[in-house]
């Protein structure tokens, strides 16, 4: 017998223990305008999420233009009911959702607990360890502003950047390669067992060879986003932790994004895994553990971060690279990154995921969406063409990394926002 889907169910069951979301905006209205759904500004809308205007976690949001009453409604509704179920199936202690539009956020959700030991309740200023989103929010964004001001051109050689890797066939790697999981380096290398010291670490890193011929497959590859890391940083001249804070985190408000948090803020930090390696509980350091070998900062994890901060971040890629008069990244570049590049291999952009029917995506999106998942249980989605974005933070490894139910809320919450969008009720 086939075991039900109990996240699609609460799509069909609709909200439960609290009444909907609160809203003030008249109908809706869709334009199709150049082939591009938008949101019509009808009025503004000032939407409050939570099961009720007291509830813990919850804030009055500023309006968004083009969003209705009714939307809001359906959207606070679908996206409640999903974590909800979530929680009911224990897929995660707490999470913290948030759905927005270029021009700021429309809901936001918390649910659960940050730990069984810390009932605090998830909301837009928790800190998250996002795990892989480091690749997305950390490295990818300082290649695109690379390339974007020359100083990095994507078909060159990485050794051309970082000549300390010299390793048997890097020569023949390219920044397109490393950035599209094409490269032929392998999946991954367990650093943190074969070094004590970053150090050694990075020795190790630079001994490693691709196994196979560059751009013949698609290889998921922490290793490959460590080099690209380093190549920042050799480009640069400045370490990682330090660019990204300068010329990304800084400049577009995200306060709370961070490398290495200090440990005032671990009351606000979900903890994640009971570690086996580590022998405790892990709250406040980098969860991977090659990022943590190589000193916690590393191009494929290490970033903590906030929803509040996230949904800037969001909103700056909906805005082509600009947020509150502030141009971040060049609008050509964030073009050429979110771009699916050889679909004969993957349907991967630069560093980016685009949808591919069976990914965290779900089946709603539209072609032109990209989006990154974390091991921990982030996730963030964007699609220009419909003008949303779906942000989803969890500790789903807590207490451990084999519950792995995240899958399912993910592509559930992403079909349910742009079903409520699109005029979807939830019953």
């Not at 074969?194 to 670490?201: D, F, K, N, V």
Request: charged share 20%.
């Amino acid at each position: 017998m086939t075991r039900p889907d109990p996240y699609r169910s609460a799509l069909l069951s609709g909200p439960s223990g609290c009444g909907a979301a609160f809203t003030n905006a008249p109908q809706h209205v869709f334009l199709k305008r150049r082939a591009v759904w938008m949101f019509a500004l009808v009025a503004t809308s000032g939407v409050l999420i939570g099961c009720a205007k007291h509830q813990p976690g919850s804030r009055d949001l500023p309006p968004v233009p083009g969003i209705a009453r009714q939307q809001a409604l359906r959207l606070g509704d679908s996206v409640r009911a999903v974590l909800s179920r979530a929680i009911a199936d224990s897929a995660f202690p707490g999470a913290y959702a948030a759905v927005g539009t270029a021009d700021g956020v429309i809901v936001e959700y918390g649910v659960g607990r940050l730990d069984a030991a810390d009932g605090s309740r998830p909301s837009a200023t928790t800190i998250w360890d996002l795990a892989s989103l480091t690749k997305v929010i950390g490295t990818t964004s300082a290649m695109i502003q690379l390339v974007g001001s020359g100083r990095v051109a994507l078909d060159s050689p990485v050794v051309r950047y970082l000549p300390a890797w010299k390793a048997p066939g890097a020569d023949r790697i390219t920044v397109r390669h490393l950035l599209s999981h094409s490269s032929g380096m392998p999946a991954w290398r367990a650093l943190y067992k074969e070094a004590s010291t970053p150090e050694e670490a990075e020795q190790q890193l630079f001994a490693t060879s691709p196994d196979t011929l560059p751009g013949v497959r698609y290889v998921y590859s922490d290793l490959g986003f460590i080099l690209l890391g380093k190549l920042v940083e050799g480009v640069s001249g400045e370490r990682l932790a330090s660019y990204d804070s300068a010329h990304i985190f800084s400049p577009l408000g995200m306060r709370e994004t961070r490398y290495l948090p200090p440990a005032a803020l671990l009351p606000r930090i979900a903890p994640t895994e009971q570690d086996p390696w580590r022998q405790r509980k892990v709250r406040g350091e980098v969860h991977d553990e090659n990022a943590v070998r190589l000193g916690g900062v590393s191009g494929h994890a290490g970033l903590f971060s906030t929803g509040q901060d996230l949904a800037r971040f969001a909103r700056l890629y909906l805005n082509h690279g600009t947020l509150d008069g502030v141009r971040v990244f060049d609008s050509s570049a964030v073009a050429v990154f979110t771009r699916m590049q050889d679909s004969t291999i993957s349907r991967r952009a630069l560093g980016w995921e685009t949808p591919t029917g069976g990914n965290s995506a779900g089946s709603r999106l539209s072609s032109v969406s990209f989006g990154h998942t974390g091991f921990t249980g982030t996730s963030l989605w964007m699609d220009p063409a419909q003008g949303v974005f779906v942000l989803l933070l969890t500790n789903r490894v807590n207490p451990t990394r084999e519950n792995r139910k995240i899958g399912g809320v993910r592509t559930v919450l992403v079909d349910a926002v742009v079903g409520a969008l699109r005029g979807a009720t939830v019953r």
